[in-house]
């Protein structure tokens, strides 16, 4: 069963650019959710998407928005790069959130630079 | 909000030496409780999870239990070892509103040396 996809895995953009990230969960999973990872801040936390439906979002500006498509495949887009966008960003997808699993399944991160 | 307070690291422990790393939550309700561990350059992976109250949750010999009276939730394990090293992250999982989210902890980074 393949894990979860994240693509590009590295890309490095300047400043003011925009950039997308891909995500493609599990088989069968529905819901994908996306974290910030810096050494700074630690992991936080983005939004989560759930049948192509935003069900919760982080504290996170408005340059930071995200989609989910019918075959539950996700994209975040972040508009706009500011130097502090530098990050690994974190795709989990699960079976069916809010039901008291609470289990996410990782995929390796998109790590994002910016000059 | 709700919060996890992670023991800071890093850790460096010699080979067979006991682990423990601390992580205690806020109460707000009764979360669902997780660690979560990522090795070096990869995602994180789930490693041991507790649902309520005195469940211990166990995996690779590593374990933790749910401490309501003490809102904790500290990793521990007998005997580590080398392929131990890794980041280990403690994650309360909240509800409310309509959703379901993980909260994690800024990480605890523990080398193993033989």
């Known amino acids: 069963k393949a894990g979860v996809t994240q693509t590009p895995r590295y890309l490095i953009k300047t400043r003011g650019q925009q950039v997308t990230l891909s995500c493609s969960p599990i088989s069968g999973h529905r819901s994908v959710s996306w974290y910030q990872q810096t050494p700074g801040q630690g992991l936080q936390f983005l939004f989560e998407?759930?049948?192509?439906?935003q069900r919760n979002k982080g504290n996170f500006p408005g340059r930071f928005s995200g989609r989910q498509f019918s075959n539950s495949r996700s994209e975040m887009n972040v508009s706009t790069l500011e130097l502090g966008d530098s990050a690994l960003y974190l795709c989990?997808?699960?079976?069916?959130w809010g039901y008291g699993t609470g289990e996410l399944f990782f995929g390796e991160g998109s790590r994002l630079t910016v000059l | 909000g709700d919060s996890v307070t992670q023991m800071e690291g890093p850790v460096t422990l010699s080979e067979e030496a006991f682990l423990t790393i601390n992580c205690t939550y806020t109460a707000t309700g009764y979360p669902s409780l997780f660690w979560y561990v990522q090795y070096p350059g990869e995602g994180l992976q789930l490693l041991l999870k507790?649902?309520?109250?005195?469940d211990k949750g166990s995996n690779k010999g590593f374990e933790a239990t749910y401490r309501k009276e003490t809102t904790s939730f500290h990793l521990e394990k007998g005997s580590v070892q080398v392929s131990d090293s890794a980041v280990y992250f403690c994650?309360?999982?909240?509800?409310?509103?309509?959703?379901?989210?993980?909260?994690f902890g800024k990480g605890t980074k523990l080398s193993v040396i033989p």
């Open positions: 989990a997808s699960s079976l069916a």
């Open positions: 998407y759930f049948s192509e439906t």
């Open positions: 994650a309360p999982a909240y509800s409310g509103a309509g959703s379901y989210q993980l909260t």
């Open positions: 507790a649902t309520k109250a005195d």
